[in-house]
């Protein structure tokens, strides 16, 4: 495996998880009704709790596409 690999992998990697993460505030802006009740149902949440739930989720996953794919690729792309 070379550094080209590691670079489209990490590329394509930074593209699915932005469109995840675009996806989840979408649904969360867009149907945060319907989210608020299916997640109620399931896990007995309150609509404060469950909204620090999606909060501290989002906030979460961010960091951690920041550190493990984004520095990454930004180091190999513009370092390397």
Not at 8 to 27: A, K, P, R, Y
Not at 37 to 55: D, G, N
Not at 57 to 71: H, N
Request: aromatic share 16%; net charge positive.
């Amino acid at each position: 495996m070379n550094i080209e690999t590691i670079q489209t992998f990490l590329g394509w990697n930074l593209v699915i998880h932005t469109g995840m993460l675009l996806f989840i505030l979408l649904m969360l802006t867009l149907a945060r009704s319907f989210m608020i009740k299916m997640h109620q149902s399931m896990f007995a949440l309150s609509k404060e709790q469950l909204l620090r739930v999606y909060f501290n989720f989002i906030a979460a996953y961010k960091i951690l596409v920041i550190i493990w794919v984004l520095v990454p690729y930004v180091v190999i792309r513009f370092l390397l």
